[in-house]
């Protein structure tokens, strides 16, 4: 924190005597008017561009095909909501139109809705649908608010030396200036927080700043209501990401808080390259951008990590700004190139241009492909992390995900130790994500459901142990704030034998938890197996529940099991288990295999035996009148215990095709995981399937180290390693 102190400083004392915003011509923002020059040029020979402009004329002729409708303020995710979200996308793509082809209709367009929102503005108050958000005017959050402004800002950027004096100060004196005040002096609360809330107010007040020639507003963009530094954009581009780039509320939230990041860093550049904000904290932008794409499936969806949608993508806004900006600064990478593929789309200014230029002499343009890789959590980079574990290339690459960092602010889940496992072009263990319909305003006005606190927060939706049927630090926010999980290790060098390796010991009193998951190639089987040890110690004796989320319909398992067809009931009352219909259970005396069938592939959960294990097959719906939540299937492990070892492992197997009624290998390889022995040190396992397969994995629980000797003893056999594991495959 101390070394980016000092420089805030000597650029506050700067910034105070000396440095002004340049009264630079319109448009500086986004675009200059050398740009759209280039661009109206380049009409034509680059498919990338041409589909973009085309996409572009197309939307703004639709709006002015139609008559303006600036609404009166209406419910989240209403008619009037999307309206007013409508209206800054066509402004805003109106006024990259006017700069591109000269043609005063797209500029007029503009002045008409501006006139219609400087009529509409003053006479609104705080939003009246506004519930627990802090509310806008013309939207119920004020988040929403400053989307408008971030975007509108652009617009006007772009018709500013068009307007005539009077037009400007009517804009100025009845929309942005009460709009600022808004959100600078009414809400400065809302301005500081640490947030991507605040990030976007920031760099909306920036923007508007910049197009106004407005020094205070700049000044209060990058350091606060205050000045001081302790707020604005600067402090939260310093917080809110890790030194690698990684976004401490999860890669769905980085995709939103993306847009308000390389939208204000471009027009910070542009009209105070003083300020070197590409340098910023050691290249954090190229970082976090870096950071965010990686944190994608094969096929261009983020992982949903915290309130998260399953399906938002690289498709989204601020991420293809992000790619041509990435690419046109810090130097071209044909990952990007690929990106680009899936995105068909670049900006509209000298960044997408080039990146357009290069994909067409790229053309055919290969996917894009990311190695295994961990990524560091908090501000300096010390609390924890997520892993990621890759085998293979393209769009059918295997993806093994463990989280275990930070909590993630309001959008954080309890969920420390959590994975998801991708495979098969889809995720077949999966996160629940936030429970939400986004935009949909029959469902709650498209807020946040109450069931994403009663259930998608809670530890018992995702795939990680509960304990006692609570929920971690039992669902106290401002605890999860202030606690962290720690990696243990982390190794990725063999591409067959892949390990990563956390430990959360602040989130259950008296119990720590250490979580050690391989992604495992061995040459006998046809797909990578995930091999999951999951400890827990403690010195009282607790309920344990290892829970796997899956989809796919069941197929077969190795135990008989009593199904509640006629009457089903809930397996709890709170902590999210009273949402969890208990569909079936049993207690086993062996090895549970469970089989599902999820695409054209077979999946077996092989999980550790104890004599007092029992399993339920669980469904989620229960409790739920309104029928808000997914309604998908899990399995629970139960067991009892004071130190604990749940040892799993998860097989693809087979093939299905229902259209070539083609069925092979409906059962799995694996047919036992035996738990050896655990202790503080360490812990040894031993996997066994057909054909005499037979394997060893023993884990260091003690400190991480690549070089010590691990000596153990289990049942009067001495076990040996050297390093944080050891995977013997060829075992006799």
Excluded at 305 to 333: H, W
Excluded at 417 to 437: C, K, S, T
Excluded at 596 to 622: C, H
Aim: hydrophobic fraction near 35%; aromatic fraction near 12%; proline fraction near 4%.
């Amino acid at each position: 924190m101390k070394k980016f102190l000092i420089p805030l400083i000597i650029l506050l004392l700067t910034w105070s005597t000396c440095n002004k915003i340049a009264e630079s011509e319109h448009p500086s923002l986004v675009i200059s008017r050398q740009e759209g020059k280039a661009i109206r040029k380049a009409l034509g020979k680059y498919s990338l561009l041409d589909l973009t402009y085309n996409e572009t004329v197309k939307t703004v002729n639709y709006a002015l095909s139609h008559p303006l409708e600036v609404p009166k303020p209406g419910e989240a995710g209403g008619y009037e909501h999307e309206r007013h979200k409508q209206n800054y996308r066509d402004m805003k793509s109106a006024g990259l139109l006017f700069t591109i082809t000269g043609d005063e209709k797209y500029a007029q367009f503009i002045k008409d809705m501006l006139n219609k929102y400087a009529e509409l503005y003053p006479t609104l108050d705080s939003h009246p649908l506004a519930h627990d958000q802090k509310p806008g005017k013309l939207f119920h959050q004020m988040l929403n608010e400053t989307v408008w402004l971030l975007n509108t800002a652009q617009a006007y950027d772009c018709i500013y030396d068009w307007l005539n004096p009077e037009d400007r100060q009517r804009y100025e004196a009845n929309i942005f200036n009460p709009m600022v005040k808004w959100f600078t002096i009414d809400h400065p609360a809302e301005f500081n927080r640490i947030h991507n809330h605040g990030m976007w107010t920031a760099a909306s007040v920036g923007m508007i700043g910049y197009v106004l020639h407005n020094q205070d507003y700049v000044d209060m963009a990058l350091y606060g209501t205050n000045k001081d530094g302790n707020g604005g954009f600067l402090k939260q581009v310093e917080m809110l990401f890790a030194p690698d780039g990684y976004y401490m509320e999860g890669p769905y939230y980085v995709r939103y808080a993306m847009r308000p990041l390389v939208f204000f860093s471009e027009a910070i550049e542009r009209n105070q390259p003083e300020l070197k904000i590409y340098e910023f904290k050691n290249q954090i932008i190229k970082k976090a951008y870096y950071a965010a794409v990686q944190a994608t499936y094969p096929n261009g969806v983020f992982m949903p990590i915290n309130d998260a949608s399953r399906t938002m993508n690289i498709q989204a806004p601020g991420v293809v700004y992000g790619n041509s900006l990435v690419y046109f600064q810090y130097g071209e990478d044909i990952n990007l190139l690929g990106i680009a593929k899936i995105q068909q789309e670049v900006p509209l200014n000298a960044m997408g241009l080039k990146l357009a230029k290069d994909y067409e002499k790229q053309v055919p343009v290969p996917d894009y492909g990311w190695k295994s890789r961990e990524f560091t959590d908090g501000f300096d980079g010390k609390q924890g992390g997520l892993g990621i574990l890759r085998y293979g290339e393209g769009r059918n690459q295997t993806v093994l995900t463990m989280k275990y960092g930070v909590h993630g602010l309001g959008h954080g889940h309890f969920d420390k130790l959590h994975f998801m496992f991708y495979n098969q072009q889809r995720e077949v263990i999966p996160d629940y994500g936030f429970a939400r319909w986004i935009n949909i305003e029959p469902k709650y006005g498209g807020r946040y459901l109450p069931e994403n606190k009663s259930y998608a927060m809670q530890t018992i939706a995702h795939n990680t142990v509960v304990v006692d049927e609570t929920t971690q630090l039992k669902f106290d926010r401002k605890k999860a704030d202030q606690v962290h999980a720690d990696r243990h290790f982390f190794n990725a060098k063999n591409q067959n034998v892949q390990v990563m390796s956390a430990k959360a010991d602040a989130f259950y009193p008296g119990v720590g938890m250490q979580r050690t998951m391989f992604l495992i190639k061995d040459a006998r089987l046809e797909y990578p197996v995930i091999v999951d040890l999951y400890r827990l110690s403690s010195v009282a004796v607790h309920q344990y529940d290892y829970p796997i989320h899956h989809r796919g319909q069941l197929i077969t398992t190795n135990f008989a099991y009593t199904a509640n067809t006629a009457i089903q009931k809930s397996l709890g009352n709170e902590y999210g288990y009273q949402h969890i219909w208990n569909e079936a259970s049993t207690t086993v005396n062996k090895c549970p295999i469970i089989t599902w069938l999820d695409g054209n592939r077979y999946y077996s959960q092989i999980t550790s035996f104890k004599p007092d294990t029992r399993v339920i097959l669980g469904r989620v719906g229960a409790g739920d009148p309104n029928f808000n939540l997914i309604s998908e299937p899990l399995t629970i492990i139960r067991q009892t215990g004071a130190d604990q070892l749940f040892a799993s492992a998860i097989e693809a197997h087979g093939y299905f095709n229902e259209a070539r009624e083609l069925s092979r290998q409906a059962l799995p390889v694996l047919r036992e995981v035996k738990v050896i022995g655990h202790s503080q040190e360490g812990s040894v396992i031993e996997i066994f399937g057909e054909n005499g397969l037979h394997w060893r994995i023993m884990v260091n629980n003690a400190n991480a180290s690549d070089q010590a000797k691990h000596i153990l003893k289990f049942n009067d056999k001495t076990y040996e390693w050297i390093g944080n594991y050891s995977v013997e495959l060829n075992m006799e």
